[in-house]
């Protein structure tokens, strides 16, 4: 993994709306893979900005952060937002119904587009921003095919199985400590599921000419892959440049 590379503070407003200071970000890079592109990844006209739902990394202070550490960078950006995936994680954790937690997920994700709005306007005079969900992504055919071959190599191939199964388990047995090992596995399937189906909308992005994908947390098995592992994964995944950003308070 590489060194974080510290870059100029973003200008954001000192004082919020009540008076009260604003906390102020910067943006640095944590990580690139592969490795190869550390110095060359910006060469690239286009990326992706991976999105997660309600998650602590996209505060607007911290988003707008990221988009200006993008708009310098990027001539095209499309901002993904992962409402539709988002329903596993609330069926997993919150133990909603299936039926509630998609409709749940897609309202989440349509609020946060609005929400932030005024950011992305703020930033479309310097790179062409544009919005597209997994929801959407997910009604295409070219998704249908990708995710079929996706599940077939993780049923096959012991070593990605492996990989993309370490991260879930890593994750609940820190964060539920006290699940029984029934529960446990369940929460691990339900995480696998997750990133299948994410993995098969970054086949979309990348097959739309969006090289670069760009977020602010840990690539585990995307990483491997880009870094020439799992060849039996799609071209789409092997061939993405992942860049993981660390977005810290000043």
């Known amino acids: 993994m590489d060194n974080p590379t510290a870059l100029p503070a973003t200008s954001l407003p000192s004082t919020r709306p009540d008076g009260k200071r604003r906390t102020r970000y910067k943006t640095s890079i944590q990580s690139v893979s592969p490795a190869s592109e550390r110095n060359s990844f910006d060469d690239h006209e286009a990326c992706f900005l991976g999105v997660s739902l309600e998650n602590s990394s996209f505060t607007p202070a911290k988003f707008e952060s990221m988009l200006t550490w993008v708009s310098r960078r990027f001539s095209r950006c499309t901002v993904l937002i992962g409402d539709s995936i988002h329903r596993l994680t609330l069926a997993s954790t919150r133990g ?19 929400a932030r709005q005024p950011l992305l306007d703020a930033h479309r005079a310097t790179t062409d921003l544009t919005v597209v969900t997994c929801g959407e992504v997910q009604e295409t055919a070219e998704y249908e095919e990708f995710h079929h071959a996706l599940r077939t190599l993780f049923a096959k191939d012991e070593a990605f199985r492996d990989s993309v199964e370490a991260f879930g388990r890593a994750y609940h047995a820190k964060h539920s400590p006290t699940a029984d090992a029934v529960e446990r596995q369940r929460r691990i399937d339900t995480s696998s599921a997750y990133f299948l189906e994410e993995f098969a909308v970054f086949c979309c992005l990348a097959r739309r000419d969006l090289p670069v994908m760009v977020y602010p947390g840990r690539f585990s098995t995307l990483a ?21 950003l660390h977005i810290q308070g000043r």
Not at 98 to 105: E, I, N, V
Not at 234 to 244: G, N
């Open 224 to 244: 491997e892959m880009a870094s020439g592992m799992h060849p039996g994964a799609p071209d789409e995944l092997r061939d993405l440049t992942l860049v993981s």
């Open 96 to 114: 909603m119904h299936p039926d509630q937690a998609l409709p749940h997920a897609l309202d989440l994700g349509r609020r946060f587009v609005q």
